[in-house]
């Protein structure tokens, strides 16, 4: 099992700048992607930004050249760092955390955190 505690949402101005932190804690040596997806009102969870073991990060169109994704050395905590946000922004923004397990088998287990709340408003 893997537990997720998010913090760092809140209300900020358009342009303004927020980071985001997920840390996570459990059966961390299995991790082998972390991420951010969010979810506005009336629309479907979608990909934010993701950072694998070895670094390669992925961004959604939206996201790039305006977010930013990291992970710490011990590679339990990701991070994602905002600017330049738009209105469009405003959603709850959820970790997700994919771990590889053998048994017989390799599979994937995916975990989500609890979500944080992102408004950007004037």
């Known amino acids: 099992q893997v537990q997720l505690v998010e913090s760092g949402g809140g209300l900020v101005q358009p342009g303004g700048s927020l980071r985001l932190s997920c840390a996570a804690s459990?059966?961390?040596?299995?991790?082998?992607?972390m991420g951010w997806y969010r979810e506005a009102p009336g629309n479907q969870r979608e990909l934010v930004a993701t950072i694998s073991d070895s670094g390669t990060t992925n961004y959604s169109d939206s996201a790039k050249g305006r977010f930013t994704s990291s992970r710490d050395n011990a590679g339990n905590t990701v991070y994602l760092q905002m600017n330049s946000l738009k209105p469009e922004d405003t959603a709850v923004y959820y970790c997700?955390?994919?771990?590889?397990?053998?048994?017989?088998?390799?599979?994937?287990?995916?975990?989500w955190g609890q979500g944080t709340q992102v408004t950007v408003s004037s």
């Open positions: 459990g059966s961390t040596f299995s991790i082998y992607e």
């Open positions: 997700n955390v994919k771990v590889r397990r053998f048994s017989g088998a390799w599979y994937t287990t995916s975990y």
